[in-house]
């Protein structure tokens, strides 16, 4: 440089040729290592790194590119940077910051409920160099200039359903009167019309006509590009068997419907909802029920025979029982054989009842196993759907999932104590409880039953009044004999003269035949000789007049004589 001021002064003086010298020979050495550089080392990534040859264009176009840019109806998600007192700041990546008004993030009470680094969904209103506005949805009293902005660029608008009319419902959309067709005002059409009627929804403006005297909007269109934009992410994100959080939306009577992301939900079946026997849905869940689910399986969306318009969403199978494991895996350790357990009855079969004593874990109550008391004929006779009982673990199989169970093991065998209740020889009080051909079947205790023999009952100088009892009546008697083991009570009156009990049998001789000698030849005795040999036949009499009857008659006459005394 200094050789050039001289050059160019056309002066050269010593300490100018000096320096000249100086400069030439340190020439080379700045040609291999400036100076700069050296005294100022910087690391530079290949992002910051430009070449030096770039003309400014390049460079601030290079800038630009750093940063994202958006486009006006475009939904981004921006975090709040600052607040102010009438605006919103939020950071959307581009250079410049988005501005909200506060008013429209403003609950009914006048609080704001975001704060600095809150993430929100807006819209953007439009976008320069120098601001960029962004929405939930346009609101307010606007002209006709923004609603058409609005239609163009796909942005939301603010609309409350004043009520159905013919075709559709009326929506007063920015002071405005607007129609939206019934089809599109919900992905599902067929809900009741008053069901949408006051409520605000945001909607996209179809069409603008006549001055704004002729608005159309729909909220399908919008749900289903809400829904497009969460299957996106969802598919990226999401495989199955992974497990979500979702909230319960809507139920039918296969299953209900769960939202896992904003417009997009999933179906849990019936049979998904619990590990317990479950026939409608709300049985197990209700409508704004927070749940885990588990992703089984996700298609896309398909075309409807109507095109567009009959366009099915995703389907996305869910499950609500599968979140939790199996409950018949732990089920060993959580019951034991002989355990008394209360339990729900679930259903009712033609053998017997099932039995939830666990979530998802049944058993099975036989018919044989429900009642010591009487004969079950059908489960409905000792149980109810939905009825609390306590039963006893007959026998568990985890392997098979097979649990079987007792009801009336559960309330214990009447005839374990009956030996110290009803003692031979003691006097009780029953009731009848059916007539029999043979005798009375009197009920003395809950599954404890005791027979009263018709010749017995006439021993009784009252045996026509046992005669006449009816079911139902009430009766005291005394216990002539008890068998446990066998379940048999023999009962007898209290003034029973005891005589029918075999006594008279030590009177009775038994009665022997003499044979002629010719009987084995009786065919030469003849027909009459073969009479006298049966009419020759002697009986035993005992001493006295017995009437003819011999050693039985003259038992039994005794007996009617004592009796008259």
Known sequence: MTGERTEATGLETPEAATETGQAEATAPEATVAPAPQEAA???????????????????????????????????????VVAIGEDTVFVATGAKVDGLVDRKELEDAEGNLPVAVGDVLELYVVSANANEIKLSRAMGGQVGLAQLEDAREAGIPVEGRVTGPCKGGFNVEVMKRRAFCP????????????????????????TRLEQNGRNIVVSRRMLLEREQAESLSALMENVKE?????????????????????????????????????????????????????????????????????????????????????????????????????????????????????????????????????????????????????????????????????????????????VEERFPAGSTVTGTVEKRAPFGLFVNLAPG??????????????????????????????????????????????????????????????????????????????????????????????VSGDSGGFGSLGSALQAALEKRKK
């Open 241 to 417: 068997g992974d497990v979500l959080e979702g909230t319960v939306a809507r139920l039918a009577p296969f299953g209900a419907f769960v939202e896992i992301a904003p417009g997009l939900e999933g179906m849990v079946h019936v049979s998904e909802l619990s590990w317990s026997r479950v026939q409608q849905a709300d049985e197990a869940v209700s409508v704004g029920d927070k749940v885990r689910v588990k992703v089984l399986s996700i298609a896309g969306a398909e075309e409807g025979k109507g095109g567009r318009e009959s366009r099915k969403g995703p389907r996305i199978s869910l499950s609500i029982r599968q979140v939790s494991g199996d409950p018949w895996q732990d089920v060993a350790e959580r019951l034991d054989p002989d355990q008394i357990i209360t339990g729900k009855v679930t259903r009712l079969a033609p053998f017997g009842a099932f039995i939830e004593v666990l979530p998802g874990v049944e058993g099975l109550v036989h018919l044989s196993e429900m009642s010591w008391t009487r004969r079950i004929n059908k489960p409905e006779e000792a149980v109810t759907p939905g009825e609390t009982v306590s039963v006893k673990i007959k026998e568990l199989d985890p392997a098979r999932k097979r649990l079987s169970l007792s009801l009336r093991d559960a309330e214990g065998d009447p005839w374990s104590t």
């Open 182 to 205: 019934a089809s599109q005002m919900d992905l599902r059409p067929g809900a009741e019309p008053e069901s949408f009627t006051g409520q605000t929804f945001q909607f996209l403006i």
């Open 41 to 79: 080392p910087v690391e530079m990534s290949e992002e910051d790194a430009f070449d030096e040859n770039a003309s400014f264009a390049d460079l601030l176009e290079a800038h630009s590119g750093t940063a994202e840019t958006v486009r006006t109806g475009e939904r981004v998600k921006a975090t």
């Open 448 to 541: 404890v039953t005791g027979l009263l023999p018709n010749a017995v009952a006439a021993t009784s100088p009252q045996s026509r009044t046992y005669a006449g009892l009816n079911p139902g009546a009430e009766v005291s008697l005394v216990v002539r004999d008890l068998d446990v083991k066998a379940r048999r009570i023999s009962l007898a009156p209290a003034d029973a003269t005891g005589e029918d009990d075999g006594e008279w049998r030590k009177y009775a001789q038994p009665q022997k035949r003499e044979h002629h000698e010719g009987r084995p030849g009786g065919r030469e005795g003849g027909r009459d000789g073969g009479r006298g040999s049966r009419s020759s036949a002697p009986a035993t009499v």
